[in-house]
């Protein structure tokens, strides 16, 4: 992904924010002699052209003293980031900052030649010029409001379920694909099965103009048409944005600007909204989260529009504990899911804990679908559906719902697991039992009634069983319904026992 002013990653945030953990150099190609050593100092300003009609500046503040460099980056224009172990190596003035970055320095004539190189892949070159502090406009930090409690605004009353643009088209998403996805949606049966929202992730953003309103980039060049073609097909659109100056891909974020562009998603027509906190770190201590999160939940009450909120924090703060004051209506409880078992598995089946969080207008979200992007095979998808419907998560579809494969199809609108999720109790379920490699997950639903999944995580087939006893049932149930192959079978005498392929579940519905 092609990221002009990348954005440094939370600790320890994987995926998407791991890729964009980002080591930026800095070339410079003079004709000087070995024996001098160039004089970088000053302030240099590169303006970083991004796709889509966007341009980022970023500031370089360079201090030398004989073989040692100190100073500041502002990426964007934003806060200061201080410069870490600066030297010089020959020619090039070499320093890091927080996160990683590593900068290579070397100055040419009416310049500083720029190569930045990300690290995962990727790299963009841009010219430095020499500037004043004068057009260095980095804003003052705004404190972090008092603490208040947001009213509920009585949304998401089950989790939502739609479709978002990162996980397939990363920033290649625009109107065209937003409305073939729409159109998508309902012909596919989707809609049909309860899929409601259209979400677009990072990259729309194209700045702001000249009253501060953020605009999109030419990649959506009517966002309030785009809203209107979603909403005249049945369905939501979603938007993107972040509490820091920049989003994770270096786009406009709403900084400073909370009121004025929950004000503009209204005006559009949005109806959820994905807030990532990405640069948000640069300017706030983790402590702060709430409050940051609570100055957008207060913005949208206020909007005159009901808006979903969905909070991106990777699961930082125990926002689970606090995410309900803010107004939130879900919040991220991990870093970034990849498309692949181990990241599926490794986030899915760490969510049991948090179960006492969820309920009717606030989930836990342990990320958006892999569903069909190609990572895992047709049963581990099988199985990551079913994990996420018995947690009671948001089911955000994350693949190319233009072009999928009956199969996948098959899975995401599988009506009597569907059913599972959107349970008007709103009770997440949790691990019971655990052995050799095979998991029993329980989840209470209406009526008495109990959905159980029996996962298998081992690489080769494995038996899996329970008693009736053991998941709460005092005496055989009535029916017992496999929700996968659509049928009732015979309650086992005492229990259940069957065989569970590699990496696949038994879904059952026990009345």
């Not at 030297?87 to 900068?103: K, P, Y």
């Not at 998941?471 to 009535?478: D, E, H, K, Q, S």
Request: net charge negative; with cysteine.
């Amino acid at each position: 992904m092609e990221i002009a002013t990348p954005i440094p990653p939370r600790a320890g945030t994987p995926g998407r924010m791991r890729m964009l953990a980002c080591a930026l150099t800095v070339l410079f190609a003079p004709i000087l002699t070995a024996s001098a050593a160039p004089d970088v100092a000053g302030v240099w300003r590169i303006d970083l052209p991004k796709p889509y009609g966007v341009t980022l500046h970023t500031f370089l503040v360079l201090r030398s003293d004989g073989g040692r460099i100190d100073g500041s980056v502002y990426p964007n224009n934003s806060t200061e980031i201080p410069i870490k172990g600066g030297r010089m190596e020959g020619l090039d003035a070499v320093f890091r900052i927080d996160w990683g970055w590593t900068f290579r320095v070397r100055p040419k004539e009416d310049g500083l030649d720029v190569v930045i190189n990300y690290d995962g892949g990727g790299k963009q070159e841009a010219l430095a010029h020499r500037a004043s502090l004068a057009e260095l406009e980095a804003p003052s930090v705004i404190p972090a409001p008092p603490l208040e409690e947001v009213p509920s605004n009585g949304l998401a009353r089950t989790p939502p379920m739609g479709w978002n643009s990162w996980n397939h088209f990363a920033e290649s998403v625009d109107d065209k694909v937003v409305r073939e996805t729409a159109d998508a949606m309902v012909s596919s049966g989707m809609a049909a099965a309860g899929y409601q929202y259209i979400n677009i992730d990072d990259t729309w953003e194209g700045g702001r103009d000249a009253r501060g309103n953020i605009v999109s980039n030419r990649k959506f060049p009517d966002m309030k048409s785009l809203a209107d073609y979603v909403h005249a097909r049945g369905l939501k659109l979603g938007i993107y944005s972040s509490p820091g100056f920049v989003t994770c891909g270096g786009y406009e974020g709403s900084y400073g600007h909370e009121d004025q562009d929950a004000r503009t998603f209204a005006g559009w027509g949005i109806d959820y909204l994905k807030y990532d906190w990405c640069s948000a770190g640069r300017v706030y201590a983790d402590s702060e989260l709430r409050p940051v999160y609570q100055k957008m939940g207060e913005a949208l009450q206020k909007c005159g529009r009901p808006i979903v909120f969905s909070l991106c924090e990777y699961g930082t703060g125990d926002v689970w504990k606090w995410g309900t004051k803010v107004g939130g209506n879900l919040w991220r409880t991990t870093g970034d899911i990849w498309d692949g078992w181990d990241g599926m598995a490794k986030i899915g089946f760490n969510q049991g804990r948090l179960a006492p969080y969820a309920g009717p207008g606030h989930w836990n979200d342990p990320d958006m679908l892999e569903v069909g992007n190609g990572g895992m095979t047709p049963t581990e998808y099988t199985t990551h559906f079913s994990l996420w419907c018995l947690l009671a998560a948001p089911l955000m579809a994350g693949n190319d719902l233009r072009t999928m494969s009956e199969e996948t199809r098959g899975i995401l609108t599988n009506r009597e697991v569907i059913a599972l999720d959107q349970d008007a109790l709103g009770i997440q379920g949790a691990r019971v039992l655990a052995e050799n490699g095979v998991e029993v997950w329980t989840k209470p639903l209406q009526g008495g009634t109990m959905a159980i999944g029996v996962f298998n995580r081992n690489g080769t087939e494995a038996s899996g069983s329970f008693t009736w006893s053991q998941i709460g049932r005092a005496a055989n149930p009535g029916t017992v319904r496999d929700l996968w192959r659509h049928r009732d079978i015979a309650p086992g005498e005492g229990g259940f026992a069957g065989t569970v392929p590699a990496h696949g579940v038994i879904l059952l519905l026990v009345k």
